[in-house]
């Protein structure tokens, strides 16, 4: 159980387009979903929590208007980056809160390259 | 001072030892204190789950919560090969609503066969 899939798993954009990113929890529902991102030998960095039904809230520094958060379902939120550029480069990570069990389980990860 | 100190590592055993794994935190608040193993270019594995103090076994594995020094620590025991990863503590006052894990930063384990 816990299970939460990403798609896709990595993907390679031009310059100046717009990457979408879904994270489903598969056998479990998620009201919270959390976006992170993650560069090469470093830790995690929240960058927005998304709750179904209403605005994700964005940390510090974050762009909402850059990277667009929609959590639509229990089971499903997405990540937008919008005109992407080369420093979007990055491991986005998607991880859910399982509402009835507890405990927080994370995507396999979305590895995305901006030429 | 951040909240959760970790030691980065990278920390490197021979198969077979006892590895110990630490982290300690400033918020008092904290309730909920959670492991987890990441290994290159994947997303983290959700390790062992706790709640309050006390300790936590699940196979080879055993986590250790002590409140009063605001200490956490997980014990691997018969360490392998297969454990090289990077292993993060995370931890929460809650968890429910939109409370935020706080993770440490990561300690790199190297197991040597």
């Known amino acids: 159980g816990a ?4 798609h896709p798993s990595w993907v390679i954009c031009k310059s100046g387009t717009s990457v979408k990113i879904e994270c489903r929890s598969l056998d479990f529902q998620a009201t919270t979903m959390f976006w992170y991102r993650q ?4 830790s995690l960095m929240l ?7 209403s ?13 667009l958060i929609n959590h639509a379902s ?24 399982d509402r009835v069990a507890g405990g927080q389980f994370f995507g396999p ?5 901006v030429l | 001072q951040k909240e959760v100190e970790q030691d980065p590592g990278p920390l490197s055993v021979p198969e077979g030892a006892i590895v110990s794994l630490n982290c300690t935190y400033s918020n008092s608040a904290f309730q909920y204190f959670m492991w987890y193993r990441q290994y290159s270019r994947k997303g983290p594995e959700l390790l062992m789950y706790t709640y309050s103090s006390g300790n936590k076994e699940d196979g080879r594995f055993t986590a250790q919560v002590d409140k009063s020094s605001k200490y956490i620590s997980l014990f691997i025991r018969d360490s392998q090969p297969s454990d090289s990863a990077t292993y993060l503590c995370a931890m929460s006052a809650s968890d429910s609503g939109t409370y935020k894990y706080i993770f440490g930063t990561g300690t790199r384990l190297k197991v040597l066969a």
């Open chain 1, 39 to 42: 560069f090469p030998k470093q």
């Open chain 1, 74 to 97: 229990l089971t499903l939120s997405t990540l937008t980056v919008t005109s992407a550029h080369p420093e979007d480069s990055s491991f986005y990570i998607c991880s859910a809160r």
């Open chain 1, 47 to 53: 960058m927005a929590t998304s709750n179904e039904g």
């Open chain 1, 55 to 67: 605005k994700a809230t964005y940390e510090q520094g974050v762009e909402k208007d850059k990277f």
């Open chain 1, 109 to 113: 990860g979305t590895r995305l390259t």
């Open chain 1, 3 to 6: 299970v939460v899939s990403q």
